[in-house]
């Protein structure tokens, strides 16, 4: 029997290697094309309630304008919430894409601008002056930034300030580390302490009384009310010998105790301020002059410049029991933030110029921004609001409107509110705590959210058993 055997044809199989080549060339392009969902950004921030936060609605005020813009531009928002230090220097190093290409957010100082490239403002954050209603009550008639000659006042770490505000500050302060110590220090009316291991002479005396920054501060006066003490020790400073100076005569009965409940500053000096950290307390270093300088400074009567909407919620959420002590001027200054995109990426100024176009354009129709805002910053307030309630089977609830000139509720002035409306408290009793504690003859001061009365200005006193937390 034959077999029959199948010719071979080259054609074919040049045809099939030609075809397996052209797949593998797709295969190849196609790899190295963009997926088809959305490019991923990471961008970092921190804890600044109501503009960013990890638990506030849509993440904050600043977190919306900046989410709704890089969407706008295809991007899918990764919005990594850490410590503001860690958030700035992740964003500072980044050289690639798949990190940290932007943070917010900043204003704008030239120390920054020498590492990062400023989008246009994404929102403008009104800062309030806040102070001590018993310590200080003269601090209620700062109504321009000139007035704050007269005051000191209390820096915090991270924290920069308007050139318009800057220029009645010292060049070098002692920070505190937060807001809430800075609440602290205008209740406690605490004062600095500065420790130096070696005396200060007449010299540096005369050399800081004539300085350019005590000049500009009008210090001159102060300087010389600084009272050196006699030579100290310190228990827990191995008994090391070492001079305090204080602003004031006030006698020193137990420079222990003395230490251990004041703010610090020592010169530099690395073995005392080695020794101090040693014994569990913290101090400010700085050196001879611009001690001299701060403690001058700081002695005069104090108050902490922070967003209002910042201070304010950090007194009625953390501090309750201080909000009532606490009073704020009606000079505002309205700061411009922005995103920071690092120039350690290359491909981040053209990021930077095609964020700015997006955000224009959202801004250009004032009407949609600013509806914008008000919705996140209407929810944010909603989460932090409390309820009105009524008494028996009342319907209603009254309500005194509050002056804030005369700082006080004016009793022919009452309105009447639904039960279940809701209200931000800006002001608890002083002891009105958790709902524990209710003493009638003190009233919660609010705004109310919602209703006919709805307003974010006025301001309206109610009774403690009124209000119930959510």
């Known amino acids: 029997m034959e077999t029959t055997r199948t010719k071979y044809n080259p054609m074919i199989m040049v045809s099939l290697i030609g075809a397996l080549l052209l797949l593998i060339a797709a295969i190849v392009y196609l790899s190295t094309q963009p997926s088809s969902g959305p490019k991923v950004i990471h961008l970092s921030s921190g804890e600044w309630a109501p503009y960013s936060g990890e638990t506030l609605p849509q993440k904050g005020i600043a977190s919306v304008v900046v989410k709704t813009v890089f969407e ?20 500072q190093l980044a050289q690639q894409n798949s990190q940290i290409r932007g943070t917010y957010p900043y204003i704008k100082t030239p120390e ?14 009104p800062n309030g002056i806040f102070f001590h209603l018993q310590h200080n009550p003269s601090a209620a008639t700062i109504s321009h930034p000139s007035d704050l000659q007269k005051y000191a006042v209390i820096t915090l770490a991270g924290y920069e300030y308007t050139p318009r505000l800057r220029q009645y500050m010292p060049k070098n302060t002692c920070q505190l580390k937060d807001t809430q110590q800075g609440f602290e220090m205008l209740d406690g009316n605490q004062q600095w302490l500065l420790l130096s291991a070696k005396k200060i002479t007449q010299g540096q005396w005369n050399e800081v009384a004539k300085s350019p920054e005590a000049i500009r501060l009008k210090l001159s006066q102060r300087l ?18 070492f001079y305090v100076y204080q602003f004031g005569d006030s006698p020193i009965d137990n420079v222990n105790e003395l230490i251990q409940n004041s703010n610090l500053i020592v010169t530099s000096d690395n073995v005392l301020n080695t020794q101090i950290k040693s014994a569990g307390s913290s101090a400010c270093k700085l050196s001879i002059s611009e001690a001299l300088v701060w403690l001058a400074y700081s002695s005069k009567p104090k108050v902490l410049i922070e967003s209002q909407t910042v201070g304010e919620s950090v007194l009625t959420q953390s501090m309750p029991t201080l909000s009532a002590k606490i009073g704020f001027a009606d000079y505002i200054d309205y700061v411009p933030h922005s995103v920071l995109f690092t120039k350690n990426n290359p491909n981040n100024l053209a990021l930077k ?61 009452v309105y009447t509110f639904p039960k ?7 002001q608890w009793p002083e002891l009105f705590l958790n709902n524990v504690q209710i003493f009638a003859q003190q009233k919660v001061i609010a705004n109310v959210l919602n209703g006919p009365l709805a307003s974010k200005t006025n301001l309206y006193c109610f009774e403690p058993t009124a209000v119930q937390l959510q």
């Open 72 to 91: 706008q531009m295809g991007y899918s928002v990764d919005l990594q919430f850490m410590p503001w230090e860690l958030a700035y220097s992740k964003a």
């Open 420 to 426: 279940g409306t809701k209200a931000l408290v800006r």
């Open 112 to 125: 920054r601008e020498n590492q990062f490239y400023f989008s246009d403002p994404i929102i403008d954050v």
């Open 224 to 241: 010389l009310q600084i009272a050196p003490k006699a030579p100290l020790t310190y228990r827990h400073l191995e008994d090391q010998t």
């Open 353 to 413: 110029n095609q964020f700015n176009d997006v955000l224009n354009n959202l801004k250009s129709n004032p009407q949609a921004f600013t509806s914008l805002l008000t919705q996140v910053t209407n929810e944010i307030d909603m989460a932090d609001s409390v309820r009105l309630v009524a008494t028996g089977s009342k319907q209603l609830v009254l309500g005194q409107r509050y002056d804030r000139q005369l700082v006080r509720c004016l009793p022919n002035e």
